[in-house]
């Protein structure tokens, strides 16, 4: 089915660990997206990449980085894990900047640092 | 800055109507509309443009009044299958959509 997928669904990182989120869109995007979701704050922006070869800071980016692939995929990295950063994170795509079809959600990882 | 979505939850009877509000601080041009069921991921809704007419999707509907910053989400006869949380997302003119912390709706039968 075409859609947004992400990998992995959960994950359980110590304090100080790394680790690498994936997401992948077979839809042709042009853009994507990385939020996190935590309760009673919404959905925030962590990173978004208009086009291929371009990523830019959304309301959260402070320990996080991100690599836009190719136009497929869009990878979202935590280099030294910390409490704070337990959340459920979800990859979103949508054919423009501002799309009229909206976006596409995957369907999220669930991360817990302990 | 978020927009500021009202009321934060929302208990129904099946069949009653519902009204969720968004309002951001700043002039938008577009306002999304969301649904999230428990455990899953948002679910577009529509889209409203500046300038734009009111749209509808079933008997969900919304209104964007430019000058005053919001928008409003109408639910009319709801169903059980309309229970979630609802969010909005204002574009501003820096092409990026911020969504609210959302307003969760509980349909009882």
């Known amino acids: 089915n075409a859609g947004v997928t992400q990998t992995p669904k959960f994950q359980v990182l110590k304090t100080g660990q790394s680790m690498t989120l994936q997401c992948a869109q077979d839809m042709n995007h042009n853009s994507m997206y990385w939020y996190r979701q935590d309760p009673g704050m919404g959905l925030r922006l962590i990173y978004y990449?208009?086009?291929?070869?371009?990523?830019d800071k959304g309301e959260v980016p402070n320990g996080y980085n991100v690599s836009r692939l190719n136009k497929r995929e869009f990878s979202l990295r935590l280099e030294s894990a910390a409490p704070s950063q337990t959340s459920v994170y979800f990859c979103a795509s949508s054919a423009q900047t501002v799309p009229m079809y909206g976006y596409t959600f995957g369907s999220g990882t669930r991360l817990t640092v302990v | 800055q978020q927009p500021v979505q009202s009321p934060q939850a929302v208990i129904l009877r099946e069949g009653e109507d519902a009204v969720i509000n968004c309002s951001s601080s700043k002039a938008l041009y577009s306002v999304h509309w969301y649904r999230q069921k428990h455990g899953e991921a948002p679910v577009f809704l529509m889209i409203l443009l500046k300038g734009g007419e009111q749209k509808g999707h079933e008997k969900i509907s919304a209104s964007f009044n430019e000058k005053k910053q919001q928008s409003s989400l109408y639910l009319t006869a709801s169903q059980l299958s309309y229970s979630g949380t609802y969010f909005c997302g204002t574009e501003t003119m820096d092409d990026k959509i911020i969504f609210g912390k959302g307003t969760r709706l509980h349909i009882l039968p």
């Open positions: 990449s208009a086009s291929e070869g371009t990523t």
